[in-house]
T-cell receptor
Framework: QQPVQSPQAVILREGEDAVINCSSSKALYSVHWYRQKHGEAPVFLMILLKGGEQKGHDKISASFNEKKQQSSLYLTASQLSYSGTYFCGTEKTSYDKVIFGPGTSLSVIP | SAVISQKPSRDICQRGTSLTIQCQVDSQVTMMFWYRQQPGQSLTLIATANQGSEATYESGFVIDKFPISRPNLTFSTLTVSNMSPEDSSIYLC???????????FGEGSRLTVL
């Protein structure tokens, strides 16, 4: 079952922060986050494996609440290079198929 | 990390014909997948390519329409059979890294069916 993402789209000015949410109606083993720029392949950002786990990657971090079956991606002090579509992907078990959410379009403007 | 080479990168096909997309990974991976992506849309999983056995298809996708092979750990093919304009899309090969579990993606094959 496809996870739900919110918001659908967001526009930021450079330096602003954003949060993208991902939720599932099913119990999850892990959540993946990817960014895709127009005309390019998706690029891996991070994977969260445990309930309550948080990870960071430069100014991009994420959390995973296993009990609520939710994950959030945090982008702080956004840069122009952050523009793209962000997809969360969910797995029900270890080394399972990854089902992607509908995506969140993020545009960072000067 | 893994680098995935996919070909063709794009093609224009006639209705009723078939096209095979090839996917080669430069390192050992555990799982390989095929996704489809319409412009501006999400990635829809077609199937999991299983080494040496039949692929596992998702709901809405069948072997007769999308036969998949994976003869070894690093190579897979997807055939789009008896194409119609509705099959026009980007087809993405993906492979799962052994250590981190992340998915690597090929650059995609953009198919246009006339």
């Amino acid at each position: 079952q496809q996870p739900v993402q919110s918001p659908q789209a967001v526009i930021l000015r450079e330096g602003e922060d954003a949060v993208i949410n991902c939720s599932s109606s099913k119990a999850l083993y892990s959540v993946h986050w990817y960014r895709q720029k127009h005309g390019e392949a998706p690029v891996f950002l991070m994977i969260l494996l445990k309930g309550g786990e948080q990870k960071g990657h430069d100014k991009i971090s994420a959390s995973f609440n296993e009990k609520k079956q939710q994950s959030s991606l945090y982008l702080t002090a956004s840069q122009l290079s952050y523009s793209g579509t962000y997809f969360c992907g969910t797995e029900k078990t270890s080394y399972d198929k990854v089902i992607f959410g509908p995506g969140t379009s993020l545009s960072v403007i000067p | 990390s893994a680098v995935i080479s996919q070909k063709p990168s794009r093609d224009i096909c006639q209705r009723g014909t078939s096209l095979t997309i090839q996917c080669q990974v430069d390192s050992q991976v555990t799982m390989m997948f095929w996704y489809r992506q319409q412009p501006g849309q999400s990635l829809t999983l077609i199937a999991t390519a299983n080494q040496g056995s039949e692929a596992t298809y998702e709901s809405g996708f069948v072997i007769d329409k999308f036969p998949i092979s994976r003869p070894n750990l690093t190579f897979s093919t997807l055939t789009v059979s008896n194409m119609s304009p509705e099959d026009s899309s980007i087809y993405l090969c993906s492979a799962r890294g052994q250590l981190t579990g992340e998915l690597f993606f090929g650059e995609g094959s953009r198919l246009t069916v006339l």
